[in-house]
C-alpha cells in the first residue's frame, strides 16, 4: 500500500469534527448512493477479509500534524515563560522527530491551526413554529482554520492504498457535493477537493522506524502492540439518518487519539487498529471504522 493526500478546501466552518471514523461513514453513504447496497456490504466485507481498500486519516491542517506523544521539552536554562508541549507542529518538525530526536525547543507560544469557536442556536418547536418563551437557545461548536497559523487553507486528507485510489477521489467529489456533517443543509461542512492525489513517499519508507505515530483516531485491535503513549478520547458517535435504526446513537466508544505512539518489533504493517461491527443489536450489519493510518518513527533512544 502507499500513501497519498487530498487537498480539501473548506468552503465554511463545519460542525462535526474531521475524525477519520465519521469520514469513512461519510464516504460508506455516498459508496452507496453511488453504486448501490450490494456494492456497499462487497466493500465492507474486504476490511473483514484483513485487506481493507484504503486507509484514512482524520482530516488534518494543511502543513500541521499532531505532536507525537513520545516528544519532549527541550531542557533549556533561564526561561522566562512557562514551557508547554503543542497540540500541533509543523511537517518540518513533525518528519524531523520521526527519524531524529524526541526533543521540541520550548516556544512561548504555539500556533493552533484549527479554531474552535460557539454559534448559538434557536430551537424551533415543531408544533408551534416559533422559538417559545426564552427563545430556547442552544450552542453548538464550530471549527474553521485559523489563518494566523501561517498560510494555512486546506485540509489534508491521506490515504494509504493500493489498488482504490480513484474510488476515493469519487466519493470525495460526491461528498463536497452535500457537504460533510451535521448543519451541512445550512452549509456548514462545505468543501471542494483541490486537484488530484499526491503521492506522500516519506509516510512509507523509514528502513530505521521501530514504531509508528497514528494520524487518525482508531480502536487498537488485540493483536496490536501496547508498549506505547497515547491519548483517549470518548464519543458518541451517530448513525446518518438513512440507518434503518429507530434511534441516531451508535452507543459510547473510546477510541485512541492522532499523535499516539507505538514501538513495534518487526516491519510496520500498513495498518493496525480494527473495524466495529454490531454496536447496535437493531442493525447487526452497522460497522464503525477504527483503523489507525500508522506513520514509521525511530522510536527516541531516551524514550
Known amino acids: 500500500m502507499k500513501?497519498?493526500?487530498?487537498?480539501?478546501?473548506?468552503?465554511?466552518?463545519?460542525?462535526?469534527?474531521?475524525?477519520?471514523?465519521?469520514?469513512?461513514g461519510a464516504l460508506c453513504w455516498e459508496l452507496r448512493k453511488l453504486q448501490g447496497e450490494d456494492a456497499l456490504k462487497?466493500?465492507?466485507?474486504?476490511?473483514?477479509?484483513?485487506?481493507?481498500?484504503?486507509?484514512?486519516?482524520?482530516?488534518l491542517p494543511e502543513g500541521w500534524f499532531p505532536l507525537p506523544?513520545?516528544?519532549?521539552?527541550?531542557?533549556?536554562?533561564?526561561?522566562?515563560?512557562?514551557?508547554?508541549l503543542p497540540e500541533w507542529i509543523c511537517e518540518r518538525q513533525f518528519r524531523s522527530l520521526l527519524r531524529e530526536s524526541g526533543l521540541v525547543v520550548p516556544q512561548p507560544w504555539?500556533?493552533?491551526?484549527?479554531?474552535?469557536?460557539?454559534?448559538?442556536?434557536?430551537?424551533?418547536?415543531?408544533?408551534?413554529?416559533?422559538?417559545?418563551?426564552?427563545?430556547?437557545?442552544?450552542?453548538?461548536?464550530e471549527w474553521s482554520l485559523d489563518r494566523r497559523a501561517g498560510s494555512c487553507s486546506h485540509l489534508v486528507l491521506y490515504v494509504r492504498t493500493s489498488s482504490h485510489l480513484d474510488l476515493v477521489s469519487t466519493l470525495l467529489?460526491?461528498?463536497?457535493?452535500?457537504?460533510?456533517?451535521?448543519?451541512?443543509?445550512?452549509?456548514r461542512g462545505a468543501f471542494e477537493v483541490v486537484g488530484k492525489a499526491e503521492p506522500c513517499e516519506w509516510m512509507d519508507k523509514n528502513a530505521e522506524a521501530d514504531g509508528f505515530?497514528?494520524?487518525?483516531?482508531?480502536?487498537?485491535?488485540?493483536?496490536?502492540?501496547?508498549?506505547g503513549l497515547w491519548r483517549l478520547l470518548t464519543k458518541y458517535p451517530k448513525y446518518a439518518a438513512a440507518a434503518?435504526?429507530?434511534?441516531?446513537?451508535?452507543?459510547?466508544?473510546?477510541?485512541?487519539?492522532?499523535?499516539?505512539?507505538?514501538?513495534?518489533?518487526?516491519?510496520?504493517?500498513p495498518f493496525y487498529g480494527r473495524v466495529l461491527k454490531g454496536m447496535n443489536k437493531n442493525f447487526p450489519g452497522s460497522v464503525h471504522y477504527g483503523l489507525a493510518f500508522p506513520v514509521p518513527v525511530r522510536w527516541p533512544k531516551d524514550g
Not at 465554511?12 to 469513512?24: E, R
Not at 460557539?118 to 450552542?139: C, K, Q, S, Y
Request: charged share 20%; with cysteine.
Open 244 to 269: 434503518p435504526v429507530p434511534g441516531p446513537f451508535k452507543g459510547r466508544l473510546t477510541l485512541m487519539r492522532p499523535g499516539s505512539a507505538f514501538r513495534v518489533a518487526g516491519a510496520i504493517r
Open 173 to 187: 467529489q460526491s461528498l463536497a457535493a452535500g457537504g460533510f456533517g451535521k448543519k451541512k443543509t445550512i452549509g
Open 213 to 227: 505515530v497514528s494520524l487518525s483516531h482508531f480502536v487498537p485491535h488485540p493483536a496490536d502492540p501496547t508498549d
Open 110 to 141: 504555539w500556533p493552533e491551526p484549527i479554531l474552535c469557536t460557539r454559534a448559538l442556536h434557536a430551537a424551533i418547536d415543531r408544533f408551534a413554529g416559533t422559538t417559545g418563551e426564552g427563545g430556547n437557545l442552544f450552542e453548538v461548536e
Open 69 to 84: 506523544l513520545y516528544a519532549r521539552l527541550q531542557p533549556l536554562t533561564g526561561l522566562n515563560f512557562k514551557a508547554r
Open 3 to 24: 500513501s497519498y493526500r487530498f487537498l480539501l478546501r473548506p468552503l465554511a466552518s463545519w460542525s462535526t469534527p474531521w475524525q477519520a471514523d465519521t469520514i469513512f
Open 42 to 59: 462487497r466493500f465492507l466485507g474486504q476490511y473483514d477479509e484483513g485487506e481493507p481498500p484504503f486507509v484514512i486519516s482524520d482530516a
